[in-house]
C-alpha cells in the first residue's frame, strides 16, 4: 500500500492547482496513520516534500489514536516533521469509550494529551462526540470541562450518527443497542456553544472549535474552497473546477496503480455546482457567506 501511494503521490504532481502558492498543509488521516512507522511516514512526507512545493511554515497534521501516543511515537513524529495532532479522545467516560467499542481507556486519553504537551506538541485538536444513548447532560458537561481544564488549543465535536448498513444500525434494529436522541444531541450542542464560548473558545466552524490562533488550517482550506490533493483508497482531490475520488477496494486501488493507473472517477462542476458548494461550506463558518463572490463566480 505504502509503495503505491508513493507512486501515486508521483503521478499526481502533474495535478493542476487553482492556487499557484506552496502546499500550506499536509494532513495523514483517513484511517489511523498513528500505527505507521516512523520510517512509514518518513517515506510519505520525503515523496510529497520531493515532488511539491511545500511551504516552510506548513501545519503538518497526523491523527492518532490515544492508545498509539506514547513517548517513544511522539518523538518519532516530531522526528519526521509532524507539528500538529488530531487525537480521537471521543469521551473522557469509560461507559462511552466501551459503548463505542474504542480501544482507549479513560486514563489513556487523559494520560494522551499530557504526553503530547511533553513531548512539545502545543499544537493539538481532539475529537469529542456528543449525544451518545445514555450520555447525560452533566456527563456531557464533564467531559467538556475536561477539555477546559487541560486548556486544550483545538476541539472538534460531532453528534454521534448512525450510517445504514452498520453493526450500530444492526444493533440498534435488533434492540441490542439503544437509539440515538436527535432533542438530546441538539440541548448538548447548545451546551457546548456556551460553555466553550464563556471559556474563550471560537466556534469558527459547526463542529470545530478553537483558542485564538489554533485553527485548523487544513480544514479551514476545504471550507473557503482552496485546492487539495489526496492519495490513496478512497481520497479526494479538487482543484476549483473538478473534483476526482479515488476508489475504496484497497486491492484495485494497488493493482491499478501498479498498472500506472490512478483509479480514479471524476465530475467537473457546473457554475450552479460551484455556487451551490460555495453556499453550503461558508455557510458552516463564522464568516458566513460573501455575496459579491456569488455573484463573481
Known amino acids: 500500500m505504502l509503495e503505491a501511494m ?11 492547482l487553482k492556487e499557484k502558492e506552496p502546499i500550506e498543509t499536509v494532513y495523514f488521516g483517513g484511517g489511523t496513520p498513528s500505527l505507521l512507522s516512523e520510517n512509514d511516514i518518513q517515506f510519505l512526507f ?3 516534500k520531493e515532488n511539491y512545493d511545500l511551504a516552510k511554515d506548513a501545519e503538518i497534521t497526523l491523527e492518532a489514536n490515544p492508545d498509539d501516543i506514547s513517548p517513544e511515537n511522539l518523538s518519532s513524529w516530531k522526528k519526521v516533521g509532524i507539528n500538529r495532532l488530531s487525537i480521537g479522545i471521543q469521551s ?3 461507559r462511552d469509550l466501551l459503548w463505542m467499542n474504542r480501544a482507549h481507556n479513560s486514563n489513556q486519553a487523559l494520560s494522551s494529551i499530557d504526553m503530547a504537551r511533553k513531548a512539545g506538541f502545543d499544537n493539538f485538536s481532539v475529537d469529542l462526540i456528543f449525544g451518545t444513548p445514555g450520555l447525560s447532560d452533566e456527563e456531557w458537561k464533564s467531559n467538556l470541562q475536561k477539555v477546559i481544564e487541560l486548556n486544550v488549543p483545538h476541539i472538534s465535536s460531532y453528534a454521534l450518527t448512525v450510517e445504514p448498513k452498520t453493526p450500530l444500525q444492526k444493533m440498534i434494529n435488533l434492540n441490542k443497542k439503544e437509539n440515538v436522541n436527535s432533542d438530546l444531541q441538539a440541548n448538548q450542542f447548545i451546551i457546548e456553544m456556551q460553555m466553550l464560548k464563556k471559556a474563550g473558545y471560537e466556534n469558527y466552524e459547526i463542529s470545530n472549535f478553537a483558542k485564538p490562533g489554533f485553527r485548523s488550517r487544513h480544514n479551514s482550506s ?12 478512497s481520497a479526494h482531490s479538487f482543484n476549483g473546477e473538478k473534483r476526482i475520488w479515488n476508489v475504496a477496494n484497497n486491492s484495485e486501488y494497488i493493482r491499478s496503480i501498479q498498472q500506472n493507473i490512478i483509479p480514479a472517477e471524476e465530475e467537473i462542476l457546473t457554475e450552479s455546482q460551484k455556487i451551490n458548494e460555495y453556499v453550503m461550506t461558508s455557510l458552516r463558518t463564522i ?4 455575496l459579491n463572490y456569488i455573484e463573481n463566480i
Open 6 to 16: 508513493g507512486k501515486e503521490i508521483e503521478m499526481k504532481s502533474t495535478f493542476p
Open 46 to 48: 520525503a515523496t510529497i
Open 92 to 94: 473522557f467516560a469509560e
Open 222 to 233: 476545504y471550507w473557503q474552497g482552496k485546492s487539495y490533493i489526496g492519495f490513496g483508497p
Open 287 to 290: 464568516e458566513g457567506l460573501n
